[in-house]
């Protein structure tokens, strides 16, 4: 009768949205913080909630952890119609004693099918550990999207939303936001926040960036164009720490040599990046450059992801450019 009471069917604008990151997870001094990625560890609640996602075709791994819990990472991209790749994400967080405490699936850039992609990702997932929680979830998001279509070409100011509980957690599932889920038994005030170990400041990178032709206004400015080759060079950042970088490079592979050069974006390589994880990591994206194939996975405990985007010409020769993202953003940004 108590979950009865409090239960939340249906959609509806009056519904509060969850704060992103949840208010105060990272004000708070480094407890213990490593940043080094490393695989998901087997025979654990990570295992069993990512095992769905794995299996799937996801690329999952723990990208950081302190002193009170975990944030695990999974990414998957689809082709979209210009051939490139649309990534989507799913992000948890997990307490020192192996339980899960949040649950992020965020929309993509998919359009209309996003909510159906957040659906086949969720489902399984978490079904992996609470196995009423799956078939509630699906059902609440099959309302959504009845609701949605009902809703298609009205004029309404609210932000389609709904939420419900169970005894596990607290669901909220928006048309912003996708899907966000609070564990009601564990909780974790203080999240991971690490990023030294593979990331400079941001200010130490600017010069050298606007050496390669990047326009930055650093601070404020988090993202910066290279007007001459139409690149970009993004970053998420904790106070001055850049904490992901996702950049573009163009490639062009012809009769077995790479015609673009990761020097002519970085003449000074990529020295955002520290010292101990630069030559790998460079190296890495310089074996996709020059074979114009993608990557996901973790190089000297860093996550590093590189898309290879294909031109709409004739032949497998050419690859237009490469979206290359190096580390993980905290987990609810």
């Given at each position: 009768?108590?979950?009865?009471?409090?239960?939340?069917?249906?959609?509806?604008?009056?519904?509060?949205?969850?704060?992103?990151?949840?208010?105060?997870?990272?004000?708070?001094?480094?407890?213990?913080?490593?940043?080094?990625?490393?695989?998901?560890?087997?025979?654990?609640?990570?295992?069993?909630?990512?095992?769905?996602?794995?299996?799937?075709?996801?690329?999952?791994?723990?990208?950081?952890?302190?002193?009170?819990?975990?944030?695990?990472?999974?990414?998957?991209?689809?082709?979209?119609?210009?051939?490139?790749?649309?990534?989507?994400?799913?992000?948890?967080?997990?307490?020192?004693?192996?339980?899960?405490?949040?649950?992020?699936?965020?929309?993509?850039?998919?359009?209309?099918?996003?909510?159906?992609?957040?659906?086949?990702?969720?489902?399984?997932?978490?079904?992996?550990?609470?196995?009423?929680?799956?078939?509630?979830?699906?059902?609440?998001?099959?309302?959504?999207?009845?609701?949605?279509?009902?809703?298609?070409?009205?004029?309404?100011?609210?932000?389609?939303?709904?939420?419900?509980?169970?005894?596990?957690?607290?669901?909220?599932?928006?048309?912003?936001?996708?899907?966000?889920?609070?564990?009601?038994?564990?909780?974790?005030?203080?999240?991971?926040?690490?990023?030294?170990?593979?990331?400079?400041?941001?200010?130490?990178?600017?010069?050298?960036?606007?050496?390669?032709?990047?326009?930055?206004?650093?601070?404020?400015?988090?993202?910066?164009?290279?007007?001459?080759?139409?690149?970009?060079?993004?970053?998420?950042?904790?106070?001055?720490?850049?904490?992901?970088?996702?950049?573009g490079i163009g490639s062009w592979i012809e009769s077995g040599r790479q015609r673009h050069p990761l020097s002519e974006e970085f003449?000074?390589?990529?020295?955002?990046?520290?010292?101990?994880?630069?030559?790998?990591?460079?190296?890495?994206?310089?074996?996709?450059?020059?074979?114009?194939?993608?990557?996901?996975?973790?190089?000297?405990?860093?996550?590093?992801?590189?898309?290879?985007?294909?031109?709409?010409?004739?032949?497998?020769?050419?690859?237009?450019?490469?979206?290359?993202?190096?580390?993980?953003?905290?987990?609810?940004?």
């Amino acid at each position: 009768m108590a979950l009865g009471a409090v239960a939340l069917t249906g959609c509806t604008g009056s519904v509060e949205p969850p704060t992103l990151p949840p208010a105060g997870v990272y004000e708070h001094d480094a407890a213990g913080e490593s940043s080094w990625a490393e695989p998901i560890p087997p025979g654990g609640t990570a295992e069993l909630i990512t095992t769905p996602l794995v299996d799937a075709g996801w690329f999952c791994a723990q990208v950081r952890a302190n002193a009170e819990g975990r944030a695990l990472w999974c990414r998957v991209g689809h082709r979209d119609v210009t051939n490139g790749v649309a990534p989507q994400v799913a992000q948890f967080v997990l307490d020192h004693d192996d339980q899960l405490a949040w649950v992020w699936f965020p929309r993509t850039s998919m359009g209309t099918g996003s909510d159906d992609l957040i659906t086949a990702a969720a489902v399984p997932a978490l079904a992996a550990i609470w196995p009423d929680a799956g078939d509630r979830v699906l059902r609440e998001s099959d309302d959504f999207e009845n609701d949605r279509r009902q809703r298609a070409g009205r004029s309404d100011p609210e932000i389609l939303r709904t939420a419900w509980r169970d005894r596990h957690a607290d669901y909220i599932l928006s048309a912003v936001d996708g899907l966000v889920v609070t564990a009601r038994d564990t909780s974790v005030r203080r999240w991971p926040f690490g990023a030294e170990h593979y990331a400079m400041p941001m200010s130490s990178a600017v010069d050298d960036l606007r050496a390669g032709g990047y326009d930055c206004a650093y601070p404020p400015q988090q993202a910066c164009n290279r007007v001459e080759s139409n690149g970009y060079f993004e970053v998420s950042l904790r106070g001055d720490q850049i904490v992901s970088a996702r950049f573009g490079i163009g490639s062009w592979i012809e009769s077995g040599r790479q015609r673009h050069p990761l020097s002519e974006e970085f003449p000074r390589g990529l020295t955002f990046l520290t010292e101990e994880v630069r030559r790998p990591v460079t190296e890495r994206i310089e074996d996709c450059r020059l074979s114009g194939t993608s990557f996901a996975g973790i190089v000297a405990g860093t996550v590093v992801i590189v898309d290879a985007r294909r031109g709409l010409v004739d032949g497998d020769d050419h690859v237009s450019s490469l979206d290359i993202q190096i580390g993980v953003p905290l987990a609810g940004t």
